[in-house]
């Protein structure tokens, strides 16, 4: 199936809160990777927490219900590849309870990996806390997706 190019007029969002923060990164992808990153990822359901478009060289990440601008990644051209080289995190707390720059950068990696690239990943969880808030964290961050991924399981061997 082939998903529709995400734009900025693909969803309702907000823009940036003058509350945030700049983080150095690094990191890269290649340009097959990019090209998949740059279709973005328009929710589907109501399930779906997080909307996501390219524009220019910033890949931007909203919740799809509120429409906040939680995230926006910078990709630099580069030679063949493209470069993750610093990202924007919103620091209102109305907004984002977020708060612990390599949790966000963490965070960052799993959207694109899970959401955008298709790939298997563990969502992140910050420290310190418990299973029931760490399910509650997961159904807040990834809805129904519960973290990413394929979840495989032994199948009974038929031995007895």
Not at 32 to 40: C, D, H, K, V, Y
Not at 61 to 66: A, G, L
Request: proline share 4%.
């Amino acid at each position: 199936m082939t998903r529709k190019r995400a734009t900025a007029v693909s969803w309702k969002i907000k823009p940036m809160p003058a509350a945030h923060q700049e983080l150095a990164l690094e990191g890269s992808y290649s340009a097959a990777e990019f090209a998949q990153i740059s279709l973005g990822y328009i929710p589907q359901e109501q399930q779906d927490k997080w909307f996501i478009y390219l524009e220019g060289e910033w890949l931007h990440f909203h919740r799809s219900w509120t429409g906040s601008c939680i995230f926006q990644l910078h990709l630099a051209p580069a030679d063949g590849y493209y470069q993750a080289d610093r990202a924007i995190v919103n620091r209102d707390p109305a907004q984002y309870r977020g708060h612990d720059d390599e949790q966000d950068a963490r965070l960052i990696s799993h959207l694109v990996d899970d959401l955008l690239l298709g790939r298997f990943s563990v969502l992140p969880l910050p420290d310190n806390l418990s299973a029931e808030d760490q399910q509650r964290y997961q159904k807040d961050m990834m809805g129904k997706r519960r973290g990413g991924g394929l979840r495989l399981d032994v199948k009974g061997n038929g031995r007895s």
